[in-house]
T-cell receptor, first 115, second 115 residues
Framework: NAGVMQNPRHLVRRRGQEARLRCSPM?????VYWYRQLPEEGLKFMVY????????ESGMPKERFSAEFPKEGPSILRIQQVVRGDSAAYFC?????????????FGSGTRLTVV | AQSVTQLDSQVPVFEEAPVELRCNYS??????LFWYVQYPNQGLQLLLK??????LVKGINGFEAEFNKSQTSFHLRKPSVHISDTAEYFC?????????????FGKGTRLSVIA
């Protein structure tokens, strides 16, 4: 049973380009969460999605960032017109439905570097 | 809203010595509490969690944590650390019975085990 799969592991983009980060949750998990990790700042919540729905995007920057979790396929975190400040590790986590006490299963992350 | 404070950003300790990593939380409602470990260039792995019942919970790799409601703390301990325990440790909280409210993480404590 594969865990949470994130790709790519490393992504380099020039300023102004677009970054697409993919996350396939664990089998049987229908809830997906995206977090951003900056040095010395821990993990900051960005967005929580279920299939075809954004449940909570309170941590998502208002501009340039978007997320989706289509009926088929992985969840995508999209960053348009990247800037140097977007350089960070982005982690996806998943959990089964109706199981708040379960905790999350995390992917290995995508490390985005903007040059 | 919930918040988590990890009081120590870095903790160096000699091999086979005991260690305690401190975590305090703030919440106006009852919570579930979690500790995660992150090894270099990897995602987060669940160490242990407190849901209810006994305030002393045991996790993987010989770690344990004690929930103290009056002090709003959930400190992580291990009686004898190994070199392989060198990693970053994150405390996290979510309100109980609130659906799949996203976990709120502390900033992390970097544990360095010295030979």
């Amino acid at each position: 049973n594969a865990g949470v799969m994130q790709n790519p592991r490393h992504l380099v983009r020039r300023r102004g380009q677009e970054a697409r980060l993919r996350c396939s949750p664990m089998k049987g998990h229908s809830h997906v969460y995206w977090y951003r990790q900056l040095p010395e700042e821990g993990l900051k919540f960005m967005v929580y999605l279920q299939k075809e729905n954004i449940i909570d995007e309170s941590g998502m920057p208002k501009e340039r960032f978007s997320a989706e979790f289509p009926k088929e396929g992985p969840s995508i975190l999209r960053i348009q017109q990247v800037v140097r400040g977007d350089s960070a590790a982005y982690f996806c986590a998943s959990s089964p439905p109706g199981s708040q006490s379960y905790g999350y299963t995390f992917g290995s992350g995508t490390r985005l570097t903007v040059v | 809203a919930q918040s988590v404070t990890q009081l120590d950003s870095q903790v160096p300790v000699f091999e086979e010595a005991p260690v305690e990593l401190r975590c305090n939380y703030s919440s106006s409602v009852s919570v579930y509490l979690f500790w995660y470990v992150q090894y270099p260039n990897q995602g987060l792995q669940l160490l242990l969690k407190y849901l209810s019942g006994s305030t002393l919970v045991k996790g993987i790799n010989g770690f344990e944590a004690e929930f103290n409601k009056s002090q709003t703390s959930f400190h992580l301990r291990k009686p004898s650390v190994h070199i392989s325990d060198t990693a970053e440790y994150f405390c996290a909280v979510t309100p109980r019975n609130s659906g799949n409210t996203p976990l709120v993480f502390g900033k992390g404590t970097r544990l360095s085990v010295i030979a």
